[in-house]
Every structure is written in C-alpha cells, then in structure tokens.
C-alpha cells in the first residue's frame, strides 16, 4: 500500500483538526466504589473475636469500559435499571466523581441537576440559595441578578422564595433546583430525574423549557426511567445495563430493545413511564 504524499498528509491533517470539538469525550471510562460492610459472624469465629463482627471490603464495579462521544446541540437519554451506572455516570461528567480508570472531557459551561436540592443550603432562602447557585456556575453577580425574577417566576414560589428552603416541600424543592439549573445559561446541561417531582403542571412546563432549550443547540444528558420523556425529549440514546454501555441509537430502537429485554411490553403504560 502506497503512503500518503506530503500535500495528502497535510490535507488530512486539515481535516482531522477541522473537526468539531464534541461537548463531551468519554474514554474508557470505569468507576468503582470500595465499601465496607459488617459480616455476620459464625459461632466459632464470635468466640474467638469474643463476639464482634469482622468488616469486609467489598468492590462495586458502577462503570465498566465505558466511551462515547456527544457533539454539541445532542440531547442525549440515559436509561437503565437501578443499579446500571447512569446516576455514578453523570456524577462523574458533572466533575464530582473522579473516574478510577479512562478520561472525561467536558467543553463548556456545565449546570446540573443530580438530584433534589444538591447543593442547596436548607438553613438559607431561597433567593439566597439562588446566589449561591449563580456563583457556583460561575456567573457574577451582575449576572445573577439579571436572571433572577426570570428563576423566582419560573419556580412559582412567591411568597416562599424568601423563607429558609428547610421550609419547602419536595415539590417547591424541585421548582427552584430547576429553575437555577436550566437559567444558568448552561452549554451543558445534566438532569438525573429531575421531572420525578413536582405536579403536572409544572413538569410540562419544564419540558418546554427543556426544548428551548435543546432549539438554541444546547447539549443535555437526561436520566430517566420515564421513557415517554426521553423519547420526546431526545434525539439520541444509551442504555446502560450493570455498567456496561448496552446499545446506542435513537431513542425509540433503544428503548424498544431496553423494554424487550426486561420482557414487558414497549407499550405498556407502566413501562413508559416507571421503568
């Protein structure tokens, strides 16, 4: 086979770094937890211990040789059963769970919702939790303040938005969590069942905002079990299954593939929306 010349090399060359940077790289990614936890003690063994338990580690392999690429503009749905890895994924993406083994790269301002209220201080209000999560987007504070009526009336919460967020219901916790995460001007956005709380009218609208989202080529990665959200929601999709990336495609292949592997029907409500 004959070798490139010096002009094919260079155009080659060209093109490679011409091509888009993705928002985020995942390279032979794997995560595992070491936990102790009290063995029961046999008889013998309570003798000669005089009684007490012995601890044992235990490794739990939550991420295993997991790559992927996601380009900008992607809304990407993550499903699985408990237990598969997603919510240990996006911890990782989000910067808060370093990987045991692999690399991650993340190209642009990342705003997440992992679960209800992380990040949030209880003892604080609500207006001053919505500072705090401002600053830790790394907004200003001029920045801040120019979003902020636009967060206080998206989350609903009048009267409340001055009072201690120990206060709150889940679903007031819920409002707010993501009306800072998704007004943050975000390039990136990771959501871990963030519509599992709240009424039904506030999830529509915050699927809505999702999709305005997504319009204005934004990238989001959406866990979920409600596959009737990820299927209006995302144009792209992985199923995880005991850590491993088990299939990759559009939503509505992977989820009928997800659904036939769990052996319930792909139209079974209870399928759609509790999975």
């Known amino acids: 086979m004959s070798s490139l010349s010096v002009s094919e090399a260079a155009e080659k060359k060209a093109m490679e770094n011409s091509r888009p940077v993705p928002a985020v790289k995942v390279q032979d990614v794997s995560i595992t937890y070491r936990t102790t936890f009290e063995r029961v003690p046999t008889f013998k063994s309570a ?18 040789n997991v790559s992927f690429d996601v380009n900008h503009g992607t809304t990407i749905g993550i499903i699985g059963a408990n237990g598969a890895g997603k919510s240990t994924l996006m911890r990782a993406l989000a910067g808060i769970l370093p990987p045991t083994e692999g690399r991650i790269e993340v190209h642009g301002r990342v705003s997440t919702l992992l679960s209800l209220g992380v990040g949030f201080n209880a003892a604080l209000s609500g207006r001053e939790n919505v500072v705090l999560g401002g600053l830790a987007a790394g907004l200003s504070r001029k920045e801040i303040q120019a979003r902020y009526e636009e967060i206080a009336a998206f989350a609903e919460l009048e009267e409340f938005i001055d009072m201690p967020m120990r206060t709150y219901s889940s679903g007031m916790f819920s409002r707010l969590a993501f009306s800072v995460a998704v007004h943050m001007d975000p390039d990136i956005l990771l959501i871990d069942e963030a519509l599992s709380a709240g009424d039904a009218s506030f999830k529509q609208k915050a699927a809505a905002k999702m999709k305005e989202l997504v319009t204005n080529s934004r990238t989001m990665f959406l866990v979920s079990h409600a596959m009737s959200s990820v299927k209006d929601l995302c144009n792209d999709c992985i199923w995880l299954h005991k850590g491993k990336v088990m299939m990759r495609g559009e939503p509505n292949e992977v989820i009928a593939a997800y659904t036939k592997f769990l052996q319930v029907g792909e139209q079974d409500s209870v399928t759609l929306e509790d999975l």
């Open 47 to 64: 003798l000669v211990r005089f009684g007490r338990g012995e601890r044992a580690v235990r490794e739990v392999k939550a991420v295993q």
